[in-house]
């Protein structure tokens, strides 16, 4: 069955530091979102992709980077860590091809920054 | 602007009441979608229904049923004969057509409880 997965499941890291979560999707599609999720906030959009190659700016990108190289991964780099990224991260991918619209959401990767 | 409300932080119903979940959506554009998404106490995030804008139509399935209103932008979303297993976060979203096409906006959820 295809699937989306995130690892690591849990993430300690300290201030400064360089974090990347992995997102990976064996349902062939071409779009692929990154969100965090706070509470009082729900999910909150960070990064998207429409393709290999393409990525885009969500409302709260700054901080965050992604790279698409591959229709499967769409990995989210920390580029500095800092305490107020500590938060649920989530994965989701759909197509727009295949006329569903919605998105399917990955286990989420819960990150503390210290 | 926010485009997806619902106001409702927090509910606590006892089982076997009848429950609605509010959400009231902000959108220009004549083609969009809406979705009601649950997250369990597990934290996964479990997708429940898909409305477009062009279908009016409400829809049941078992216990769960959702009233679309185009003319007050709300897609409201009622558990009948509630059950403990139906406490969660749920999650209204909104998705236009266009340039941004699948960029989903969520609403900030509703934590319902369903208490014995």
């Known amino acids: 069955d295809a699937e989306i997965t995130q690892s690591p499941r849990h993430k300690i890291t300290e201030t400064g530091r360089q974090v990347t979560l992995a997102c990976h999707q064996t349902?062939?599609?071409?779009?692929m979102f990154w969100y965090r999720q706070d509470l009082g906030h729900g999910l909150r959009l960070i990064h998207y992709?429409?393709?290999?190659?393409?990525?885009n700016k969500g409302e709260v990108s700054d901080g965050y980077s992604v790279s698409r190289s591959n229709t499967e991964d769409l990995p989210l780099t920390l580029e500095s860590a800092a305490s107020s990224q500590t938060s649920v991260y989530f994965c989701?991918?759909?197509?727009?091809?295949?006329?569903?619209?919605?998105?399917?959401f990955g286990p989420g990767t819960r990150l503390t920054v210290t | 602007a926010q485009k997806v409300t619902q106001a409702q932080t927090e509910i606590s119903v006892v089982e076997k009441e009848d429950v609605t979940l509010d959400c009231v959506y902000e959108t220009r554009d004549t083609t969009y979608y809406l979705f009601w998404y649950k997250q369990p106490p597990s934290g996964e995030l479990v997708f429940l229904i898909r409305?477009?804008?062009?279908?009016?139509q409400n829809e049941i399935s078992g216990r769960y049923s959702w009233n679309f209103q185009k003319s007050t932008s709300s897609f409201n979303f009622t558990i009948t004969a509630s059950q403990v297993v139906d406490s969660a976060v749920y999650f209204c979203a909104l998705s236009e057509a266009g340039d941004n096409f699948n960029k989903f906006y969520f609403g900030s959820g509703t934590k319902l409880n369903v208490k014995p």
């Open positions: 989701a991918t759909s197509s727009r091809d295949r006329g569903t619209y919605e998105q399917y």
């Open positions: 992709s429409y393709g290999v190659q393409d990525t």
């Open positions: 409305r477009n804008s062009f279908d009016e």
């Open positions: 349902w062939n599609h071409n779009n």
